[in-house]
């Protein structure tokens, strides 16, 4: 067992300039030492030193005990980045401490979740990427974004990189994995009585990270989008839902092509239909959004 350490420990390690430089140096010395298939690069006391600039062997050899154990890994072999390691030193090479650049607003093409108009604008507030609608004035949705993913883009090369990390967390939602920090994640449906969510959808799921505390809420027709059995009807109508911001899509819940139902109570059962033309996808839920059972329909006598 390693002995617990507070926080405030972990980042006092961390305020000199050398440990920041062995930090940078073990990650760029990997990076050009690493061969293809190799794993990671395990760095010689003597490699480190080469990269590093101190003033002598007593000093680095201390500075590589106190980071030892934390933030990198010892050997037979050598020193590695161990995970918080590497998490810090990707977090100061990409430069994510930084302010993101400003972008917006501008109008983005979409339907309005709430209001049902096309009347969408898109902006970055603080760490987040967010969209409003400049009708009725709700935010349709808001997904952190990382300084390096707005600084290193383009305007609609953002705005892809939004619609890519949106349909990537909610498939790791919806699998219960949180995007954030990896934890598993526990997921409830609630229903919202007089919801601002339209008729077609007035239930919402809220999954918790109870080790990170974020929280990821959706309405309930949103969770299943991800799903195979979804990504594969949907492909089926050339439309891929693994490239789509999860706010292309609503559309389809405001004018009622998918919907959501409670089919059954104690235990609680959860219906949800994506219909595209006269087809139809139906997803069978438990409490905990779990799909157990999917299948396909065709519309019948207008009915699905
Ligand atoms: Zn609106
Ligand atoms: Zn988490």
């Known amino acids: ?49 080469d990269y590093v600039e101190v003033e002598n062997t007593s000093k680095l050899s201390y500075h590589l005990g106190e ?23 990707r977090f100061i090479l990409s430069g994510n401490y930084e302010q993101p650049d400003s972008f917006g607003p501008e109008s983005i093409p979409g339907t309005c979740l709430f209001c049902g108009e096309d009347s969408l604008e898109a902006r970055l507030s603080h760490q987040f990427f967010r969209i409003d609608c400049t009708e009725c004035d709700q935010q349709v949705m808001g997904q952190p974004i990382t300084p390096a993913q707005a600084r290193t883009r383009g305007d609609e090369d953002l705005i892809r990189s939004v619609q890519l990390r949106s349909a990537e967390d909610y ?12 934890a598993r994640l526990s997921g409830e449906i609630i229903e919202i009585p007089e919801s601002p969510l339209p008729d077609s959808d007035t239930f919402v799921v809220t999954s918790s990270c109870e080790e990170c505390l974020r929280e990821y809420n959706s309405p309930l027709t949103y969770t299943v989008v991800h799903h195979p059995a979804s990504i594969a009807f949907h492909w089926d109508h050339g439309i891929d839902v693994t490239s789509r911001g999860i706010w292309e899509f609503h559309d389809r819940v405001y004018d009622g092509r998918w919907t959501s139902k409670q089919v059954a109570s104690d235990p609680d059962e959860y219906e949800v239909v994506l219909r595209h033309g006269d087809d139809a996808v139906r997803f069978h839920l438990d409490s905990s959004a779990t799909v157990n059972r999917t299948e396909r329909v065709r519309r019948e006598r207008g009915e699905f």
């Not at 940078?24 to 190799?38: D, I, K, T, W």
């Not at 498939?171 to 990896?182: D, K, S, T, V």
Request: glycine letters at 8%.
């Open 171 to 182: 498939r790791q939602i919806r699998r219960e994995m949180c995007p954030e920090c990896g």
């Open 67 to 89: 980071l030892t154990g934390t933030y990198l890994r010892k050997s037979d072999d050598g020193y590695s980045l161990s995970h918080a390691g590497e998490r810090i030193v």
């Open 1 to 49: 067992m390693t002995e617990e350490r507070s926080a405030t420990d972990i980042f006092r390690l961390l305020s000199d300039d050398t440990r920041i430089d062995i930090l940078r140096a073990v990650a760029v010395a990997q990076y050009e030492l690493e061969q293809v298939g190799s794993g990671a690069a395990q760095l010689a006391f003597s490699e480190i030193y």
